[in-house]
């Protein structure tokens, strides 16, 4: 398998490589009410 993006070869079976994923996350990120994800990483951060 290769990367769909960069051509890279996978290891795994997949699309896309962890790089390109994690570049697609941060743009979806990006696209998305950042109040909203902010609330949601409110959520997930444990306070002390
Ligand atoms: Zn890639």
Do not use: S, W
Request: charged share 45%.
């Amino acid at each position: 398998m290769k990367c769909k993006i960069c051509g890279a070869e996978l290891r795994k079976d997949g699309d896309i490589c962890n790089k390109c994923y994690e570049k697609l996350v941060k743009e979806e990120e990006l696209e998305n009410d950042k109040k909203a994800l902010y609330e949601l990483k409110m959520k997930y951060v444990p306070r002390f």
